[in-house]
């Protein structure tokens, strides 16, 4: 387990937003709070306009209740998108689509209850 005190910078991932702040999840044990308060030196408006549930990010440890695993937490101060946001990539659809499923299915529904069929005369016999 990672020892975590005050001042210290650690990457951790964003599980929920709320109006007030942004949870955080760091390993099975220690959980944190970015109050809005602690996402920048300006006017907050909305949290998602700086973080996703989702991201993978860096934070500043400002204080730890280690009875609680929980965690005060500030990004206003540092660069806390180093490598951390998850970069998104376009799916893009093969020219054929869904059609290729189209077209196996039927073969794989017959393939599998012909072994149904099979297995369930060995068990009648």
């Known amino acids: 387990m990672v020892k975590y ?9 964003v599980t929920c937003i709320e109006p007030y702040g942004a ?3 760091f390993d099975e044990y220690y959980t944190g709070l970015i109050h809005i308060s602690e996402i920048s030196k300006g006017f907050v408006k909305d949290i998602h306009d700086f973080i996703d549930v989702g991201d993978h990010i860096y934070v500043e440890i400002l204080d730890v209740d280690k009875e609680e695993a929980h965690l005060k937490l500030s990004i206003k101060n540092i660069n806390y998108k180093i490598n951390g946001k998850t970069r998104k990539h376009k799916i893009i659809e093969t020219p054929s689509g869904f059609n290729t499923l189209a077209k196996k299915l039927p073969l794989w529904v017959n393939k599998e209850l012909k072994k149904i069929k099979n297995t369930s005369n060995t068990i009648d016999k």
């Open 23 to 25: 949870f955080m999840s």
């Open 5 to 13: 005190s005050k001042g210290k910078i650690v990457k951790g991932t």
